[in-house]
């Protein structure tokens, strides 16, 4: 079982040599997804502990959303959350993934099978819909709450992303969201580096860059921060395991798990891979992976007349009225 070592929180520094994401194409990150849906509860410890951070950042804001959308819903853990926390609303999840979208309604419970469904005439708690991240099927303003948890890094082109997530906002609207930032896997790339020049981790963009990708986008006063968790494995084989599950290689192959990632290049440099692995176990025994955690949050604001606005047109907010909800004229 892995164990989550939570590190003291930091804002990041810039990183001169930031890498761009290396993501495959929409339809390949869904058939992805798909496979790894049987397997993918593993991971419920990580995607819940952010998810838990992420409700404790929504404690700072007040905001009574009406309808609130999760983008990157997979299994439905963050629905069930958002249900606790506004009972009120109306809460709908998108995925990518179909297979991710049939677990999640196995977490609503208002979600009866065939005939016993209808006949009950009951609504489910939250409505499930497949789609892309950046062409979501619905109306401009449907929503006034935007949550992504641990979603956004898996797009290809996270600059179009922002600019569909704006349309799909109400005014006043608040988007707020979690990703994977550049350290995450640090120690993996590390070992993979031992056994040959290649990149076989993906790489995630800087914290900086989605702010000003926010800011291009329309979003008004976005605030960016950072932490690092440590991920603790027992064994390579089962951090492996982990990594192949939430879709942190380049090419995973094959079947799941550490099989999968032996798919890569055969028995010999896999055994190379888990020997450089074992080498990085800390004085406790066990194996540490990084994970460097970018939160976001911005505002769409409408364009309100006399505000002050700096020379590349953005809304310059008083400090004195950052954390107090949503800005109102």
Same mark, same amino acid.
């Given at each position: 079982?892995?164990?989550?070592?939570?590190?003291?929180?930091?804002?990041?520094?810039?990183?001169?040599?930031?890498?761009?994401?290396?993501?495959?194409?929409?339809?390949?990150?869904?058939?992805?997804?798909?496979?790894?849906?049987?397997?993918?509860?593993?991971?419920?410890?990580?995607l819940g502990e952010i998810g838990r951070r992420m409700q404790e950042r929504m404690q700072l804001i007040r905001i009574q959303p009406e309808r609130a959308l999760d983008i990157g819903c997979g299994q439905g853990q963050g629905l069930a959350a958002l249900r606790a926390q506004y009972p009120d609303a109306q809460i709908a999840g998108l995925d990518i993934s179909g297979a991710m979208l049939a677990h999640a309604a196995q977490r609503d419970p208002q979600r009866q099978p065939g005939w016993l469904g209808r006949l009950l005439g009951k609504r489910p708690t939250f409505d499930l819909v497949q789609g892309d991240l950046a062409t979501l099927p619905f109306a401009e303003?449907?929503?006034?709450?935007?949550?992504?948890?641990?979603?956004?890094?898996?797009? +290809? #082109?996270? =600059? $179009? !992303?922002? +600019? #569909?997530? =704006? $349309? !799909?906002?109400?005014?006043?609207?608040?988007?707020?969201?979690?990703?994977?930032?550049?350290?995450?896997?640090?120690?993996?790339?590390?070992a993979f580096a031992e056994v040959d020049a290649e990149p076989h981790t993906l790489r995630f963009v800087d914290m900086h860059d989605i702010g000003d990708m926010l800011v291009h986008s329309g979003w008004s006063t976005p605030v960016m921060d950072m932490e690092t968790l440590t991920v603790t494995y027992e064994t390579p084989e089962r951090l492996l395991r982990d990594v192949h599950a939430f879709g942190g290689l380049r090419r995973p192959a094959g079947a799941g798990g550490a099989q999968g990632v032996r798919g890569l290049k055969g028995r010999r440099w896999h055994q190379a891979l888990l020997a450089a692995l074992e080498r990085r176990r800390n004085r406790d025994g066990v194996i540490a992976l990084t994970f460097e955690i970018v939160y976001g949050h911005a505002w769409k604001l409408p364009p309100k007349g006399g505000q002050a606005r700096d020379e590349q047109g953005r809304t310059v907010v008083p400090i004195d009225r950052i954390g107090r909800g949503r800005p109102r004229g």
């Open positions: 079982m892995p164990i989550l070592v939570l590190a003291a929180a930091s804002v990041s520094t810039p990183h001169a040599d930031s890498p761009d994401t290396y993501l495959p194409p929409a339809r390949l990150t869904r058939l992805a997804f798909d496979r790894r849906s049987p397997g993918f509860a593993q991971l419920d410890f990580l303003g449907a929503f006034d709450l935007l949550w992504s948890n641990l979603a956004l890094h898996w797009h +290809p #082109e996270p =600059h $179009r !992303v922002f +600019p #569909e997530w =704006h $349309r !799909v906002t109400r005014t006043d609207g608040l988007a707020l969201f979690s990703l994977f930032g550049p350290d995450t896997l640090r120690e993996l790339r590390d």
